[in-house]
């Protein structure tokens, strides 16, 4: 029996792109929160939105997210990232950006540069309840004039 052999190439790329998928979810896997002094980024995967506490206008802890079209984005499970459009704005250009990692759970509504809206929570709901805690305290620390 001959027995074929395959090109080193083709055994390169599979596992390139093996490599490639697995980085990719493992991006998309959950929420990357980073808080600093002035903002709040948050990071999944290709996705990332930065917000200045200044900006913010307001924080709210909601239980379901509006039905939305989706410009781009995935749902897989319990988990909904991407860019939306609201039904009734389809006219308009306003995105509303969604970083749920669990759809089950409340959600933080933040609005912020007047209308501009990002709905997230994370995996762990105290941890989403700790994290409304502490945007809340930044938006009323904001609101105090000096």
Not at 41 to 48: E, K, N
Not at 94 to 100: L, T
């Amino acid at each position: 029996m001959v027995s074929k052999k395959r090109h080193w190439f083709w055994n390169l790329l599979l596992v390139i792109t093996v490599i490639v998928c697995v980085s990719v979810l493992t991006m998309h896997y959950r929420n990357w929160i980073k808080t600093a002094p002035d903002h709040i980024q948050l990071v999944s995967g290709f996705y990332i939105e930065k917000v200045s506490y200044s900006d913010l206008d307001s924080v709210v802890l909601v239980e379901r997210i509006p039905p939305m079209i989706r410009l781009n984005g995935f749902s897989a499970l319990e988990k909904e990232k991407g860019i939306f459009q609201e039904f009734k704005d389809s006219l308009t250009d306003k995105k509303i950006y969604v970083f749920v990692d669990n759809i089950s759970q409340p959600k933080i509504k933040l609005v912020y540069n007047d209308s501009i809206k990002l709905y997230f929570n994370l995996k762990d709901s105290m941890e989403t309840v700790v994290m409304f805690n502490g945007l809340q305290e930044k938006l009323t620390k904001g609101m105090v004039p000096n």
